[in-house]
């Protein structure tokens, strides 16, 4: 199947992790990480905090799965408290509803 779009060189080695919610493995850079601190839970877009952390895609089908469900207490073995819950739902807020990546598919 021939590629329409090129995305630059490919990567030497791309970090795989999988998504707390449908348990699809997609490269590092393309989930969002969540990561539990000293200070509670917190988004960590750069990956690079320290502490024990969970990934997920960057769409709301995979954050309404976890909100509804205790895996992302689980993942991050912590209780999720109202508060975690209320950054969870507001960080889902800004992100698409479907990944894009499945509906650019163009229709030649
Ligand atoms: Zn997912």
Same mark, same amino acid.
């Given at each position: 199947?021939?590629?329409?779009?090129?995305?630059?060189?490919?990567?030497?080695?791309?970090?795989?992790?999988?998504?707390?919610?449908?348990?699809?493995?997609?490269?590092?850079?393309? *989930?969002?990480?969540?990561? %539990? @601190?000293?200070?509670?839970? #917190?988004?960590?877009? /750069?990956?690079?905090?320290?502490?024990? +952390?969970?990934?997920?895609?960057?769409?709301?089908?995979?954050?309404?799965?976890i909100?509804?469900g205790?895996r *992302?207490?689980?993942?991050? %073995? @912590?209780?999720?408290?109202? #508060?975690?819950?209320? /950054?969870?739902?507001?960080?889902?807020? +800004?992100?698409?509803?479907?990944?894009?990546?499945?509906?650019?598919?163009?229709?030649?």
């Amino acid at each position: 199947m021939p590629s329409k779009q090129q995305r630059g060189p490919k990567p030497k080695h791309v970090p795989q992790r999988t998504c707390i919610a449908c348990r699809k493995v997609a490269g590092k850079r393309s *989930l969002i990480r969540i990561v %539990r @601190t000293e200070q509670g839970i #917190e988004m960590d877009p /750069t990956g690079k905090k320290a502490g024990r +952390g969970a990934y997920l895609h960057p769409n709301q089908a995979c954050w309404k799965a976890i909100l509804t469900g205790n895996r *992302l207490s689980q993942a991050l %073995r @912590t209780p999720l408290s109202a #508060e975690n819950r209320q /950054t969870l739902t507001a960080f889902m807020a +800004g992100l698409p509803e479907q990944e894009d990546e499945e509906e650019v598919l163009s229709t030649a």
